[in-house]
């Protein structure tokens, strides 16, 4: 979060990318800087009547490749930096994928938790009042992320329809069924990197059940915790914002999530199911055989990487690791499972639902699961071969893979094209 020069640490992996492969430098030069990005002051009336003003801002980082795609983060922390940041990874998730779509990304510097329903309501009407003219179906797509959830993208899709003067699905993606989302949405994240590591586990040697620690109890915690418990794994460690839990016999998932949504945090159901308490801080550190960080940016840093005890790592947070982390996590072994492959089963369903809306029709569950598996295999296994060919690690691999089909379009745009300006 509020990690000076998020983005500079980020470009560490283009350079360590680009020394992998032959590219024009010009390449290099286009994508380390966000192409645009638009900051706004969002007014909205309180429900006490007086008005209160939030910064907001919305970055499409990158449109070689199709129109930005990336979600909306309401966070009291957010900065621009931030937006960036996020939109620059949101550009190499899209081109790891092969989804026809640029980075962008978007953020309102607030804590949602202190707005009522109604004022929640206004300041996202408020966001799609100022951004209107920016994004589009065919310009840039926005999404859930941090704090943001289908609600919020409905509110927003029927703002932007207003404004257009016709329903215009296609702009927003993560909407409710109702107003033309998809089904296998809600999970999608948390559904990509469950595939992965079921598909990655035998090349990464783990045999039966495994002992997993998550950070992070929003979307993507929760279904990863539920999709590896029907499997038989045991989540031994879980930790939200406010407090953590542990149970070397498997903490009570339905229990806890129960909790979440009832508004509490995990670490309420103390001396329940015999669930004991654990600090955040030590989450990281837990004795487990899979660590999942899914809260926020830089987790996982040099001060605490020496002390994961995981043979495996699934990012499905946005950067939970940093560059330098990561030399210290690949000296001991230990294997990431890189943000822009492991949490782009929530892009790509994105994809699927703006798919379905231009199209209009839409696809039954199974569907929609199978598409995502395939895909998830298919760049999952693609990665996994460039980093045993390279002997590079699997992040390198993901950077490696994602920028060779952004040079490829960047060089087939032309050097005159409107695209190089
Ligand atoms: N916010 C999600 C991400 O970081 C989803 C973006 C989207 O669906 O466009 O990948």
Same mark, same amino acid.
């Given at each position: 979060?509020?990690?000076?020069?998020?983005?500079?640490?980020?470009?560490?992996?283009?350079? $360590?990318?680009?020394?992998?492969?032959?590219?024009?430098?010009?390449?290099?030069?286009?994508?380390?800087?966000?192409?645009?990005?638009?900051?706004?002051?969002?007014?909205?009336?309180?429900?006490?009547?007086?008005?209160?003003?939030?910064?907001?801002?919305?970055?499409?980082?990158?449109?070689?490749?199709?129109?930005?795609?990336?979600?909306?983060?309401?966070?009291?922390?957010?900065?621009?930096?931030?937006?960036?940041?996020?939109?620059?990874?949101?550009?190499?998730?899209?081109?790891?994928?092969?989804?026809?779509?640029?980075?962008?990304? #978007?953020?309102?510097?607030?804590?949602?938790?202190?707005?009522?329903?109604?004022?929640?309501?206004?300041?996202?009407?408020?966001?799609?009042?100022?951004?209107?003219?920016?994004?589009?179906?065919?310009?840039?797509?926005?999404?859930?992320?941090?704090?943001?959830?289908?609600?919020?993208? #409905?509110?927003?899709?029927? $703002?932007?329809?207003?404004?257009?003067?016709?329903?215009?699905?296609?702009?927003?993606?993560?909407?409710?069924?109702?107003?033309?989302?998809?089904?296998?949405?809600?999970?999608?994240?948390?559904?990509?990197?469950?595939?992965?590591?079921?598909?990655?586990?035998?090349?990464?040697?783990?045999?039966?059940?495994?002992?997993?620690?998550?950070?992070?109890?929003?979307?993507?915690?929760?279904?990863?915790?539920?999709?590896?418990?029907?499997?038989?794994?045991?989540?031994?460690?879980?930790?939200?914002?406010?407090? #953590?839990?542990?149970?070397?016999?498997?903490?009570?998932?339905?229990?806890?999530?129960?909790?979440?949504?009832?508004?509490?945090?995990?670490?309420?159901?103390?001396?329940?199911? #015999?669930?004991?308490?654990?600090?955040?801080?030590?989450?990281?550190?837990?004795?487990?055989?899979?660590?999942?960080?899914?809260?926020?940016?830089?987790?996982?840093?040099?001060?605490?990487?020496?002390?994961?005890?995981?043979?495996?790592?699934?990012?499905?947070?946005?950067?939970?690791?940093?560059?330098?982390?990561?030399?210290?996590?690949?000296?001991?072994?230990?294997?990431?499972?890189?943000?822009?492959?492991?949490?782009?089963?929530?892009?790509?369903?994105?994809?699927?639902?703006?798919?379905?809306?231009?199209?209009?029709?839409?696809?039954?569950?199974?569907?929609?699961?199978?598409?995502?598996?395939?895909?998830?295999?298919? $760049?999952?296994?693609?990665?996994?071969?460039?980093?045993?060919?390279?002997?590079?690690?699997?992040?390198?691999?993901?950077?490696?893979?994602?920028?060779?089909?952004?040079?490829?379009?960047?060089?087939?745009?032309?050097?005159?094209?409107?695209?190089?300006?």
């Amino acid at each position: 979060m509020q990690e000076d020069n998020l983005l500079d640490h980020a470009l560490v992996r283009l350079d $360590e990318a680009a020394a992998h492969l032959n590219i024009d430098p010009d390449v290099i030069e286009k994508l380390k800087y966000a192409r645009e990005t638009t900051k706004v002051r969002l007014m909205i009336r309180m429900d006490d009547g007086s008005r209160k003003s939030f910064l907001a801002w919305r970055c499409r980082y990158d449109d070689t490749r199709g129109p930005t795609k990336g979600g909306i983060r309401f966070h009291p922390e957010s900065t621009i930096d931030e937006v960036e940041t996020l939109a620059f990874w949101m550009t190499f998730k899209c081109a790891v994928m092969n989804l026809p779509y640029g980075g962008g990304k #978007g953020a309102v510097q607030v804590d949602p938790r202190k707005l009522s329903k109604a004022e929640l309501e206004r300041l996202s009407r408020a966001y799609i009042q100022a951004f209107a003219r920016i994004i589009g179906p065919d310009r840039d797509i926005p999404a859930p992320d941090v704090y943001t959830n289908s609600m919020i993208m #409905g509110w927003m899709a029927d $703002e932007y329809a207003q404004i257009v003067g016709q329903a215009e699905p296609a702009v927003i993606t993560g909407k409710p069924i109702a107003l033309g989302g998809s089904l296998g949405r809600g999970d999608a994240t948390a559904r990509g990197g469950y595939y992965l590591v079921r598909d990655l586990a035998e090349n990464l040697g783990l045999r039966g059940s495994m002992r997993i620690a998550v950070q992070g109890f929003g979307n993507a915690g929760q279904h990863i915790a539920k999709l590896l418990g029907a499997d038989g794994h045991k989540i031994i460690a879980v930790t939200d914002s406010e407090g #953590g839990v542990k149970s070397e016999a498997g903490l009570d998932v339905d229990l806890l999530i129960a909790t979440k949504n009832a508004g509490k945090s995990v670490a309420s159901t103390v001396g329940k199911s #015999g669930h004991e308490f654990l600090s955040p801080a030590e989450l990281v550190g837990v004795d487990c055989d899979l660590l999942v960080p899914a809260a926020l940016e830089n987790m996982i840093t040099v001060e605490n990487a020496a002390s994961v005890k995981a043979k495996l790592i699934l990012e499905l947070a946005n950067g939970p690791v940093t560059p330098e982390a990561d030399r210290v996590l690949a000296t001991q072994g230990v294997t990431v499972l890189p943000d822009i492959l492991a949490n782009a089963g929530g892009v790509t369903v994105s994809y699927f639902e703006w798919v379905q809306n231009r199209q209009g029709y839409y696809w039954s569950v199974e569907e929609i699961h199978q598409r995502l598996q395939t895909i998830m295999e298919r $760049e999952g296994r693609a990665i996994w071969d460039i980093a045993q060919d390279k002997n590079v690690t699997m992040r390198v691999a993901a950077y490696i893979h994602a920028l060779g089909r952004l040079a490829e379009a960047i060089e087939a745009h032309g050097t005159q094209s409107f695209f190089d300006s």
